[in-house]
């Protein structure tokens, strides 16, 4: 690899990391809410969960960035 690649590389994942820190980690942005239920649970989540970050293990992203 040479200084042309590596600064390529480099351009690459900086612009990767800047994408998958924008991801919000919230209820709104999982797979496993619909309509205003959680699938997963079969209930409403708290509004904090919803608008707020969570750290819930049944997370899952569909890679649309909207």
């Known amino acids: 690899m040479n200084l ?3 600064n390529a590389i480099k351009g ?3 612009s990767q990391v800047k994408q998958i820190n924008t991801i ?5 942005q999982c ?3 619909e309509t205003g239920i959680c699938k997963q649970f079969g209930a ?3 509004l904090e969960w919803i ?3 969570v750290e819930c293990e049944h ?4 890679h649309i960035p909207f």
């Open 59 to 62: 997370w899952e992203w569909d």
């Open 31 to 33: 797979n496993n809410f």
């Open 44 to 46: 409403k989540p708290p």
């Open 51 to 53: 608008t707020g970050t």
């Open 12 to 14: 690459h994942l900086d």
């Open 4 to 6: 042309i690649e590596l």
């Open 24 to 28: 919000q980690v919230n209820c709104r």
